[in-house]
């Protein structure tokens, strides 16, 4: 079993930075963070495998850079130019399916219990 627990949720202003924290208790193949907007599906941010490789939504593209600490076994998710769309709970994952970098939910095992981020205009 593997717990993640994430941090770095906050309110920030259209425009503005933040950076998610995701501490998990041991490795796995792959990560990734996902996010759910309330009235809305779980749609997955980005994720990366246990190479360095990394795969996005396009919606993040440019703007999200999904990255970790190996020998911290922490994964962050550096959030730039945010938009009030992108506020939602984000949520981390992981998996062992490899050497796929999935972005579908369906296809993670262990998940952590979220972080609110709050992007006001």
């Known amino acids: 079993q593997v717990q993640l627990v994430e941090s770095g949720g906050s309110s920030v202003q259209a425009g503005g930075s933040l950076k998610l924290s995701c501490a998990a208790s041991?490795?796995?193949?792959?990560m990734g963070w996902f996010r759910q907007a309330p009235g809305k599906e779980r749609e997955g941010v980005a994720a990366?495998?246990?190479?360095?490789?990394?795969r996005y939504a396009d919606s993040v593209k440019g703007r999200f850079t999904i990255s970790q600490d190996n020998a911290k076994n922490t994964l962050y998710l550096q959030m730039n130019s945010l938009k009030p769309e992108d506020t939602a709970m984000y949520y981390c994952?992981?998996?062992?399916?490899?050497?796929?970098?999935?972005?579908?939910?369906?296809?993670?095992?262990?998940w952590g219990q979220g972080t609110q981020v709050t992007v006001f205009s």
């Open positions: 994952a992981a998996t062992n399916i490899w050497p796929l970098i999935p972005l579908s939910q369906g296809q993670y095992n262990y």
């Open positions: 041991a490795d796995t193949f792959c």
């Open positions: 990366i495998d246990s190479f360095g490789n990394t």
